[in-house]
Structures are given as C-alpha cells and as structure tokens.
C-alpha cells in the first residue's frame, strides 16, 4: 500500500533542513532532500533522505531530472508535493510547472505572475495597485549611464539612500570587488562609482534607488505566509527581527526574531495576497518609517522565508498548512499567528549583547528564561554527536562575523 505523500524538498541548506523538520514534527515522515551538492545542514540528517543531484542546476535538464525521479517514488507514494528553499529552485519550478504538475503537487504561482514580483519594478507596481506601501522609489538601466550625471544630481531624495538590484537572481550570479547585498550611499560620488561599478559586471539588469527608511533592525517586520490553491491565505504569522545578519553579502539576512502582532498588516497583505491569485507559501520584508508612520514593503519571496522556521517554532507548523491546503483540500479561515516566541540564529549570549533596545531585550530574556524559543538546526530528534559539533560550531561562528561586521543603526 503506498504512503499518502512525500515532500520533495530542492536545496540542502538551512532552510531546506528548516522544513524538513516541520514535515517531521507534524507528521513524522522523512522528507526527501534533493540538490546539486551537500552541505552539513542537511547531510547526516537521520529526518530525511538525502539525493544529489550535480546537474540540478542546469535549466535545460532541471525537469527531465525531477520527472524521471518521480518516477522512482510513484510506487511508494500516492503524492509527491515540491518545495523549494531558495530563489533559483523557486523560478525552475515555476518556469517547469505545466510538465511537473504531471507528477507532483506544485503549489507555486504561474510564470507571468512570477516575472512580475521577480522584478522589483513589477513588484512595486504591483504594490501601487493593491495599496502596499513602499519606499519612494527610482530605476536606473544600464542604458542609463551615459547620462548618469544628470539623473544623480536630480533625484527625489536626499543621502543617504539605498541602492539594490531589481534582478536578485542575476545579481547572485554576478561577481565584482566590493559587492554586496544592498548598499547604503552616502554621497553623489559614491552612488555613480557603484553603479558603474555593477554595470561592468554580469549584470545587466534595472538597479533600484530607494530613499532610506531610518531605523534599526527592530523597526524592520517579516511576514510569511501560506495561501491555498483556492487563493485564499491560510496562514499569516508577522515577526519582528531583533537582530540582522552584518556580514556585507548577507544583509537582509535576520539572525533573532521576536514575535508581533499587527492587524493592519494582516488586513492589507491579506488583500494584497489575494487580489493577485497567489498561492503557495510568500515572505515579505518591511520597515516602519516614522515620517509617515506607514510600513513599507521592500519585497516579496515567492517561498517560505530563511527564518522562517520562526514561525513553526512558535506553533504555526507552516508544512502542516501547506498540506492540509495542498494534499488534503482543507478550507479553513486564515490563522494569525499570536505566539510569544523568539526564533535564534545566533547564540542567546550575542542576542543580549548586540541587541540595545531595553524593552526588547527584556522580553527576549524572558521567553529565553521561559523556554519559548527556536532554532532552525538544533533539534532533539535528530541528534548526533557529529551533527551537534557542526551545527554549534556554526552558530558560534557569528561571533567572529559580528565583531568584523556589525555597526550601530539608527
């Protein structure tokens, strides 16, 4: 008799391992982990089964692969549902939906939809129509840069202001000396050397100049969520990040998040989600800007979030709503998350020490002292003197990156 599904998980790293491990604590099942190279998180894993894959990420022979390992798993299990932990796994999938529905659940959006939120411009656009704020925005091209004098000297807002890639994707795969993730521009000269500077790489693509939202990463908010098949949203559960991982590259990154509550949020998103059709787990980051006492979106991922096992970790088993929606076609009203909970990607030590807000910092302390907390890696079932090693060694490890990296905001 075949089992009823298995979650064919595409990536090895943390993330990955995060919903491996929501599948093994709602339903006790070994997830199927499949991707182009190992790495510690996932590898040893005594809670799924470990496939790789090298040319997983070759676009040409991404499907052909997947189909011909569905053909493997069919005689064992009934339904085969596909998750993704990271950007190029998600477009993949989506751009190979119409032939993998053939073998697997896909709960992700279509490919128009996808170009759309992919681009940063589309997103925003997307943002104006549905009533999402979003920071006061401008485009530069490539084409741009003959005249780049010119549009430096005359835009809307003054420094410092955040310049970004509106191609994530592209931009990972582009190599330069001083890259980063996003930049924070303190003047004219600087803002024109970057640009340049990006512009004789690989990518090609719009950047996007943003004024900048004051504030440290507390101000910041990080909503996942789970929509159904049907459109409608099944889960929210919103956070506030306490902490952000320094390191230049991974900027955006949140290493201690916090739980919060926010009707307003719940209400507008909820409409945004839905006006859209969009289905599948989201992840939107976004950032209280005093001035207009708004919170403004930066943008959307079209997976489930880095961190987000913030929010099975809380009680809000984020696998469990994707197949109760997905496999076994339950309509239930959408939950919102109201836990108390603190996630950690950082040991609690370095949480307390770089964390300055008092009020924060002591309601951190409590559910730390109250046992009401997380982490994406450690987990009891799945214990190992080789995996524990790792895995402490990774966390501590931050203790070296926030020394070099970490600055004050304000």
């Given amino acids: 008799m075949r089992k009823e599904f298995l979650p064919v998980i595409l990536g090895t790293d943390s993330n990955a391992y995060g919903m491996a491990k929501a599948f093994h604590l709602a339903y006790g099942i070994k997830s199927l982990v499949v991707g182009q190279g190992e790495l510690f998180t996932t590898k040893g894993s005594k809670i799924l089964d ?126 330069f000396e001083g890259k980063k993730k ?30 900048y939202i004051a504030g440290d990463d507390t101000a910041m908010r990080v909503l996942n969520c789970v929509s159904g098949p049907d459109g409608k949203v099944r889960l929210m559960v919103l956070g506030q990040p306490l902490l952000e991982d320094p390191t230049p590259t991974l900027i955006g990154n949140y290493t201690a998040i916090i739980d919060a509550y926010d009707d307003a949020i719940f209400e507008e998103y909820k409409r945004f ?70 996630w950690l990607g950082i040991p609690t030590d370095m949480l307390m020490k770089y964390l300055e807000h008092p009020g924060l910092k002591k309601r951190a302390a409590k559910l730390i002292n109250d046992g009401h907390t997380s982490t994406t890696l450690y987990y009891k079932k799945d214990h190992s003197l080789i995996r524990t090693i790792k895995v402490f060694r990774y966390y501590q490890r931050y203790v070296g990156t926030f020394k070099r990296y970490f600055v004050k905001k304000n």
């Avoid at 896909?106 to 996808?114: E, G, Q, T």
């Avoid at 004789?200 to 719009?206: E, F, G, R, V």
């Avoid at 209280?288 to 088993?317: M, P, W």
């Fill in 182 to 211: 996003a930049y924070i521009i303190a003047d004219a000269e600087a803002l024109k050397n970057t640009i340049r500077a990006i512009f004789k790489s690989t990518y090609d693509q719009p950047l996007i100049l943003q004024e």
């Fill in 50 to 175: 470990l496939k790789i894959i090298p040319d997983l990420g070759d676009d040409r022979v991404f499907a052909e692969r997947l189909m011909t390992l569905s053909q493997s798993l069919s005689t064992e299990y009934e339904k085969l549902i596909l998750v993704a932990s990271s950007d190029g796994y998600v477009e993949k999938i989506i751009n190979n939906k119409a032939l993998l529905s053939e073998a697997y659940v896909v709960p992700f959006i279509d490919a128009d939809l996808m170009k759309t939120l992919n681009s940063k411009k589309g997103f925003y656009e997307t943002c104006n129509q549905h009533g999402l704020s979003y920071p006061d925005t401008r485009v530069v091209t490539p084409t741009d840069l003959e005249g780049l004098d010119d549009i430096v000297s005359d835009l809307p807002f003054s420094y410092p202001m955040v310049l970004k890639p509106s191609d994530s994707m592209r931009y990972f795969e582009a190599n």
């Fill in 273 to 342: 989600l839905e006006g859209i059709g969009y289905v599948g787990f989201s992840n939107f980051d976004m950032k209280y800007d005093a001035k207009t006492g708004k919170y403004k979106v930066f943008e959307i991922n079209l997976r489930q979030g880095r961190s987000s096992f913030f929010v099975t970790g809380s009680g809000f088993n984020m696998a469990a709503y994707l197949v109760e929606a997905f496999i076994y076609g339950e309509h239930i009203e959408t939950v919102y998350g109201t836990a108390p909970h603190l």
